[in-house]
């Protein structure tokens, strides 16, 4: 594992939310005699509608950044012990997750500092003043902690190929599919709705144009097309061939085929992992077909004969002329 990227990681993942977590610990014990009990939590516009004592929100709080912290270090290491790199984008993000539960802490400490009673308190503008505060350092956290990418200069020997000789020309195509995610959207949404329309007064007109758009979602995330030719990628899901995406072969350093996990980077559909700049279209767990990109980020699409469409990539690649390239 490289230690320089592992020192920059930990700055977001660890040092900067751990700090801020800290500082509102702080905070609220040098405050406790200036603030009411109990202290208002929570808002409805300026009107208060909840309550909890300081030092229960205290320690809520202050487990929830801790844990928070952690887990997010712990997710960092083992993505560096993968050989992967934390992008800024995702050190920004994994900063400003961990802060969140001190920005708020602080928020309704200060909107409480000083009230005579919790019905005294002030507007819950320091609570968006704090999270502002935290969205402030995640950018510092991405900036610090997120590391330079490695990227490949392009497909080695040992990447996948399917033989493909300069001059050569091929299409593949490769697709997968998953019906419960065809059938089972509309068909949740029509028990629900149905037994809403017969037990409330849920309008019947509403529950078929629930059951519909939720008939439209499943159409349009069931099936996941790629296509690979000299131009690039081409990626379509569902039945209508939306969403679409066309990666140019330019921005493609090198593919791979891979094992994705039925959970991994979100689930199903269309995903983006922000720690590991993975964009994945996927209708199923297993062979996808991975595209590393120039920026270093990557996109992962679930299809069948993930092998071959990869070795063709960087047949493709490794065949450019050089006004391609």
């Not at 296509?227 to 140019?248: E, K």
């Not at 299809?303 to 391609?324: E, F, I, K, W, Y």
């Amino acid at each position: 594992m490289n230690r320089t990227r592992l020192a920059r990681a930990l700055v977001s993942t660890l040092v900067l939310p751990g700090a801020a977590t800290a500082v509102a610990a702080v905070l609220a014990g040098s405050w406790a005699g200036r603030l009411p009990d109990p202290i208002a939590t929570h808002w409805n516009g300026d009107s208060v509608n909840n309550t909890a004592s300081p030092g229960s929100i205290t320690l809520v709080m202050t487990i929830a950044g801790a844990v928070l912290t952690l887990a997010l270090t712990a997710l960092a290491i083992v993505l560096l012990r993968k050989g992967e790199s934390l992008p800024r984008l995702g050190a920004g993000v994994a900063t400003t997750i961990a802060a969140i539960p001190a920005a708020t802490l602080t928020g309704v400490l200060l909107a409480n500092l000083d009230a005579p009673d919790w019905q005294h308190a002030g507007s819950p503008l320091p609570v968006f003043l704090a999270l502002a505060g935290a969205a402030v350092l995640g950018v510092i956290g991405g900036l610090a902690g997120g590391g330079a990418v490695t990227v490949a200069a392009g497909p080695s020997a040992t990447d996948a190929t399917v033989g493909l000789r300069p001059g050569q020309r091929a299409v593949w195509v490769g697709s997968a599919s998953n019906a419960v995610l065809l059938v089972t959207p509309p068909l949740a949404a029509a028990v629900i709705t149905t037994l809403l329309a017969t037990t409330t007064s849920f309008s019947w007109t509403t529950a078929v144009l629930l059951t519909v758009l939720f008939a439209l979602v499943g159409a349009m995330t069931h099936r996941v097309q790629a296509r690979v030719d000299a131009s690039g990628v081409t990626i379509r899901m569902g039945a209508f061939g939306l969403p679409r995406r066309h990666v140019p072969l330019a921005r493609i350093t090198e593919a791979e085929p891979a094992e994705l996990s039925l959970i991994g980077d979100g689930g199903l559909g269309l995903r983006f992992n922000a720690l590991t700049g993975t964009t994945a279209y996927k209708v199923r767990g297993g062979s996808a077909l991975v595209l590393n990109l120039g920026n270093g980020r990557k996109i992962a699409v679930s299809v069948r004969d993930a092998a071959t469409g990869a070795g063709l990539v960087n047949d493709l690649l490794r065949h450019r002329s050089p006004a391609q390239k």
